[in-house]
Structures are given as C-alpha cells and as structure tokens.
C-alpha cells in the first residue's frame, strides 16, 4: 500500500526557511514524478514544485522560483521541500503527490500536466504559516 508521509511544517515569520520532507513507502520511486501542492482556505489546490525522481528534472511555479528547492533523496524514497525567504502569502496545507499515471519526465519538469486530479497519491497535509 502506497503511504506519503509529510513532515516538516509549522509556523515562522516572513523571511524565515522551512524543510518539508515527504517520505514514500511501498512505491516504486526511482522513475516517477513526485511533487508538492499546497491548498489555501477558498483556494484552489496549486502546484508547488515537482521532481522526475528518475533524472532529477525539476518544475517550480513562478511564485516560489528562486525561493523554494526540492530534492530527492532516493536512498530513503523521500522528496523534500526547502522553503527559503517565506512570505506571509505562502501560508496554505502543503500535500506531498506522486503520479501513479507513468507521467514521462518532460510532462513532469515542463509543468504541462502537474494538475492535481492527475496524481493519485497523496499525503495528509502539512500546514505552513508565515506571520508577516
């Protein structure tokens, strides 16, 4: 059974760094896309950034470009999540994803199908809030 399991969130004040890690178990790791969404209250769940776990390629939405990194660590099937340079904007439940669809790797880091009803697995949710 497929688990993701996220950790790392709580609350800092603008500017400050946070670390999300998703860790992964029973899943076949090495050649998927795996990425991290995050959902405000009244809005709708948004793309985050994503990883092909297979080569490393990597997506990052326009907003968090610059600020926020994510890596693999593929020894322990886990994505991780560094947030740096947090803005009050930034607050939302962030939700760890992997595509159970065979996504290749330019679908993936291009961003043309990082839409949420296209992964079929997900976390429970970690909030991040950043006070201004």
């Known amino acids: 059974q497929v688990q993701l399991v996220e950790s790392g969130g709580g609350s800092v004040q603008a500017g400050g760094s946070l670390r999300l890690s998703c860790a992964a178990s029973a899943y076949t790791y090495t050649t998927n896309c795996m990425a991290w969404f995050r959902q405000a209250p009244g809005k709708e769940r948004e793309v985050v950034a994503a990883?092909?776990?297979?080569?490393?390629?990597?997506y990052y939405a326009g907003s968090v470009k610059g600020r926020f990194t994510i890596s693999p660590d593929n020894a322990k099937n886990t994505v991780y999540l560094q947030m740096n340079s947090l803005k009050p904007e930034d607050t939302a439940m962030y939700y760890c994803a992997a595509d159970q669809s065979g996504m290749s790797a330019y679908d993936c880091y291009s961003g043309l199908s990082l839409r949420a009803e296209i992964f079929g697995y997900w976390g429970q949710g970690t909030q991040v809030t950043v006070s201004s």
């Open positions: 990883i092909y776990t297979g080569g490393g390629s990597t």
